[in-house]
């Protein structure tokens, strides 16, 4: 978690393409290192699975809980990385604990979920970049308080940033869902088979979870909504207009994919077997013959068929509603401002006001930079408020020791004073330190052994 | 199959019983108990407005809630007889499903641009986030003390047995009951009854709905609440015979919905800073009843 700092600079400032790539391979190059490690190490797998579970729990919830305070569009869905690593992490985590309790279930739902999730999150996180990417070209800004109203504009890249943000919520019935049941399937296991595993661990990690998918909720209402949805904020010269089917192609394919593990999750699961029998091989006695548990993947795919009877279902009532409205009037009106007409569009609930409430409950764990010149006064002028919200851990873990060493620092400055005489002096001076040194520590340890010898 | 029609059938009357008990306790007659399905009627053979700011969905976000509650009901248990679909682990797809249809309706509120319904939506999204824990962990302990991870093996191996086991079955209805009224927005937490669209949540979301949409999420919202209260229903009946059950349920429903009158006639709605505390005090229960299971267990040590 500490060391997180650098990629909410990183990926505003790459081209969307690139943020595509670098949440879906680079980031994971990380956990690729903690799984082959953790083939490669023979120790105590139940400590390390905590260790792991621990440090997967904190960035997941720190993450989200940042992500939601943030403005810029690609900053958000950074923090977000962070938050799917914890998800990611709690999975390994549990796969490592079964590990060493020897229980091969957990490990294989563990494991099994974990690298479901490094796929989904690879998917829906570029799909989610890309459409970020149409929205800056379109709009040239990622701060999302000056958008609104995208959706007419540029309905395909709505349609495909909204499908992908329900799925990195984790909700049916789409691939997040599909990883996220199999480490809840997890976390029950632990919990059910009074295996050696401390409740504790396993309860907070349960609500770990849990917190995580409602605060994704909130997150990505919030970008969605205020992005694409209501009025525009601010006219844009010149005005948005849909991306290229050159660009759209792609991000459909990536929706394809999406789609299918969200329904035939079976088929990705099985091919999940071979990596996953490397980990459950490393507890003694376990059945060789099938990684993934008879009962495991029957699960799955019942995910599979209640997901596709869901969309069945939801088709079903939109059909029949279209059915029973299409012969009635249906007017066009404003929207209810209480009476108010005029343009609203300035009055709109804004992206800081929508999560103000979670705000004033989450402000004591960042630090967040408020300024305001509040309306008073017999005769007032203009207010405003301004909220810039900071990594708290960042502050005090990289800048503030950052700063500090810079101040430490600072007290040399005056050797670089630019003069070349005193830089060969400083050259003399090291030459001769250099030779003496040694010199003078030898003297020093005869001149000891003397004293000894007296 | 059977739980599904049995939901159905308490869902046409469960909000008229509620709205029936308000009105006694305030000292007025009151509506009929199939008014608020007469509504409903009513509204779907209305024609509808809908505001020049909304997109496709606006349009489609009602037939989403709908669906998703309709799909969670699905899972549902009701006494020996299973829900139309179960597997272990089904209740994280219950409350997830309900979480898709909570999305849909979050920003089919934005989509009307309306600063009010933005107020709504962002209330809506905080609260039924903090709600959240309580459910897994409360369901999370029972996965615990019977060894189960579905609905139904979960209610059918639940005895009561111990003193211990009778208050973590109090404590279970008591934070599922909470938990009830706040998806359904009511009482401690929403006043469904209030005129200020400022003080209210899931009623203020839905102001531009009208007609066939609004029809659709109001009869959601009375098969949310016979939801509830089937599953409350299923900690009491799970192991009796069908015969006994099937009353039973329904006096449970009943009894369910006469709770909910009486707490929206004699509560005041909290403070909305206050709503957050409250509701996250619902997990410190759920925290309490995971301990007694441990105690139960004796696991705790």
Request: aromatic residues 14%.
């Amino acid at each position: 978690m500490p060391f997180h700092t650098w990629l909410p600079h990183a990926h505003p400032a790459a081209p969307s393409h690139v943020s595509g790539i670098m949440s879906g391979v680079l980031i994971k190059i990380g956990i690729y290192g903690i799984l082959r490690m953790i083939l490669l190490i023979k120790t105590d797998y139940v400590t390390a699975g905590y260790i792991i579970l621990f440090a997967a729990v904190i960035s997941g919830i720190y993450g989200v809980m940042l992500a939601i305070l943030q403005h810029n569009l690609k900053t958000l869905l950074a923090y977000h990385s962070i938050e799917n690593i914890g998800i990611i992490g709690i999975g390994i985590g549990l796969g490592t604990i079964g590990i060493g309790a020897h229980n091969p279930m957990l490990a294989a739902l563990g494991f099994a979920g974990g690298m479901l999730h490094v796929l989904n999150h690879s998917l829906f996180k570029s799909l989610l970049f890309f459409s970020a990417g149409n929205v800056y070209q379109a709009t040239h800004t990622l701060n999302i308080e000056k958008m609104g109203g995208l959706i007419k504009k540029m309905p395909h890249t709505a349609s495909l940033f909204l499908l992908a943000a329900l799925a990195i919520c984790g909700l049916p019935p789409f691939n997040g869902f599909v990883s996220e049941f199999l480490i809840y399937s997890g976390l029950y296991q632990g919990l059910g088979n009074q295996s050696p595993v401390p409740l504790f661990a396993i309860i907070a990690s349960l609500f770990g979870l849990v917190l995580i998918g409602g605060l994704a909720l909130l997150c990505f209402t919030k970008a969605f909504g205020i992005v694409f949805l209501g009025t525009p904020r601010r006219v844009f010269v010149p005005a948005p207009v849909e991306a290229s089917w050159g660009k759209l192609v792609p991000m459909y394919a990536t929706l394809a994919l999406i789609m299918g593990i969200g329904l035939f999750p079976g088929v990705f699961l099985q091919a999940l077997s071979a990596p996953v029998a490397a980990f459950t091989a490393k507890i003694p006695g376990a059945p060789q013959v099938s990684a993934i548990p008879e009962n495991a993947s029957r699960l799955v795919a019942n995910i599979g068929w209640c997901a596709a009877g869901f969309i069945a279902l939801a088709g079903l009532v939109f059909f029949i509603r279209q059915k029973a409205t299409g012969r009635k009037p249906a007017s066009v009106s404003g929207t209810w401002g209480c009476g108010y007409v005029g343009d609203a569009s300035r009055m709109q609930y804004s992206a800081g006001s929508f999560i103000r409430s979670y705000r004033k409950l989450a402000e004591p764990l960042f630090s967040i930079h408020k300024k305001k010149r509040p309306v008073e006064g017999i005769f007032p002028v203009d207010g405003w408020q301004e909220t810039h919200p900071y990594d708290a851990l960042e502050e005090w873990l990289i800048d503030r020791p950052l700063r500090k060493l810079k101040h430490f620092m600072g007290k040399f400055q005056f050797l670089q004073n630019g003069n070349p005489q005193f830089y060969v002096l400083y050259g003399i001076v090291f030459i001769t330190l250099v030779i003496l040194v040694p010199l003078v520590v030898d003297n020093m340890y005869a001149l000891l052994d003397f004293l000894n010898q007296l | 199959m059977l739980s599904l029609a049995m939901i159905f059938l308490a869902s046409l009357f469960f909000t008229g019983i509620v709205i029936r008990t308000k009105s006694l306790v305030s000292g007025r007659k009151g509506p009929g108990i199939f008014q608020p399905l007469k509504d409903v009627v009513r509204l779907f053979k209305k024609g509808a407005v809908f505001s020049q700011t909304t997109s496709f969905i606006f349009q489609v976000a009602p037939s989403i809630y709908f669906a998703s509650v309709v799909m969670a009901i699905l899972v549902v248990p009701v006494g020996q007889s299973k829900g139309l679909i179960s597997f272990d682990g089904d209740f994280v797809f219950f409350a997830y499903i309900l979480a898709l249809g909570k999305f849909f309706s979050i920003i089919s509120a934005l989509d009307t641009g309306s600063s009010f319904e933005g107020m709504g939506a962002s209330r809506e999204a905080l609260f039924s986030m903090l709600a959240e824990p309580a459910f897994f962990i409360t369901m999370g302990s029972f996965a615990l003390l019977t060894g189960h991870t579905s609905f139904h093996a979960i209610f059918t191996a639940l005895h009561f047995g111990s003193y211990v086991s009778y208050a973590l079955g109090t404590l279970a209805t008591f934070v599922l009951i909470m938990i009830a009224m706040i998806e359904n927005s009511r009482m401690p937490i929403d006043d469904p009854k209030t005129h200020l669209e400022l003080t209210m949540i899931h009623e203020v979301m839905i102001l531009d709905n009208s007609g066939f949409d609004l029809g659709l999420i109001l009869y959601a919202t009375n098969l949310k609440f016979a939801m509830y209260g089937a599953i409350i229903a299923n900690f009491f009946i799970s192991n009796l015979p069908l015969a006994l059950a099937v009353p039973l349920f329904f006096a449970v429903q009943f009894f369910f919905a006469v709770i909910a009158g009486l707490l929206e006639s004699f509560a005041a709605r909290f403070r909305m800073a206050h709503n957050a505390e409250f509701i996250y005090t619902l997990t410190s229960f759920s925290l309490l009843i995971f301990f007694g299971v441990l105690l139960l267990m004796g696991k705790f040590i």
